[in-house]
């Protein structure tokens, strides 16, 4: 198991360090740090976002929920993601 950033989906034209940085600056990503630390582990995390969520952020969210044995709901601006074990609910289709 492993989790490298997918730096495709940063697009700004910056070098490959930074596009790095600006991935681990995204909202859900923050979202689900915090849920981890302020609720107890048999509950699960829901994030709602008024965007879509990026594939790099996508990828992430399901190794944290493998990582982490949490279930997380994500809802972005077209469907509900549930993530658990590893797998979405989308079938990776977002």
Request: with cysteine; proline share 3%; hydrophobic share 35%.
């Amino acid at each position: 198991m492993g989790y490298i950033p997918d730096t495709d989906f940063v697009l700004h034209d910056v070098e490959e360090e930074q596009r790095e940085q600006f991935l681990f600056q995204h909202s859900e990503k923050i979202a689900v740090a915090y849920g981890i630390i302020s609720t107890t582990p048999s509950k699960p995390i829901r994030i709602f976002k008024n965007l879509r969520v990026c594939g790099d952020c996508h990828t992430a969210l399901k190794y944290i929920s493998m990582a982490t044995e949490r279930e997380i709901i994500v809802r972005d601006s077209n469907r509900f993601h549930h993530m658990k074990n590893g797998v979405c609910s989308c079938n990776d289709y977002w």
